[in-house]
């Protein structure tokens, strides 16, 4: 998938929900950072072609994210792993959409 396609995709998909479970709700809230990472990330050089590095990894804290969600689905009720499962497809969408965004980059920066 191109940049364009997964970052238009990101965009379209809605936030997953939050959960009444505190350490899946805690999940739910490292998801809102990364998120927020992302955005910082690609949203300026989407709307006006300015790249502004970030600070962080996301691609880690995508990958700790998705490793506590698995674990936190396997002794959850029904509604808790559906959930979980939310969040882990939603971090592997912001990881395609910054490995995307870091490719372009990368492909920018060559033909400078």
Known sequence: MDFERAY??????????????????????????????????????????????????????LEEIQDSATELGKSATADERRLAREYVEYADLLRSVYEQFLKKVEDSGRRT
């Open 8 to 61: 238009s995709k990101w965009r379209e998909q809605p936030f997953p929900l939050g959960s009444s479970l505190d350490a899946l709700d805690e999940v739910h809230a490292d998801l809102a950072l990364v998120d927020t990472w992302v955005a910082e990330a690609l949203i300026p050089i989407v709307e006006h072609g300015m790249h502004r590095p970030i600070q962080v990894d996301p691609i880690q804290k």
